[in-house]
Nanobody, 118 residues
């Protein structure tokens, strides 16, 4: 079992930066895929970034490429999402997720709100 707790979301002006953190409990965290999703009001949840257990095979949705960076510190059981050059359209609830397959995620955090003002 893995439990995930996100932090770092807040109100920021367009062009600013934020770093989201996702602290995981559970001894299997280092061996599973970690990802960040987001869901904006009235929109479907979308995968933002994904990273394999030991840092490889990184994926980003096109809209964040060059602006967001996913990273993980398995020694600290933590996944990060560094978000730079934020835009109003990045406003959403951001969720940390983890799982054993890129097609399904077994563990989810409660979400953290990111609001980007114009």
């Amino acid at each position: 079992q893995v439990q995930l707790v996100e932090s770092g979301g807040e109100l920021v002006q367009a062009g600013g930066s934020l770093r989201l953190s996702c602290a995981a409990s559970g001894r299997t965290f280092s061996s599973i895929i970690a990802a960040w999703f987001r869901q904006a009001p009235g929109k479907d949840r979308e995968l933002v970034a994904r990273m394999a257990p030991f840092g490889g095979n990184v994926y980003y949705v096109d809209s964040v490429k060059g602006r967001f960076t996913i990273s993980r510190d398995n020694a600290k059981n933590t996944v990060y999402l560094q978000m730079n050059s934020l835009r109003p359209e990045d406003t959403a609830v951001y969720y940390c997720a983890a799982g054993f397959s890129i097609w399904s995620y077994d563990y989810w955090g409660q979400g953290t709100q990111v609001t980007v003002s114009s």
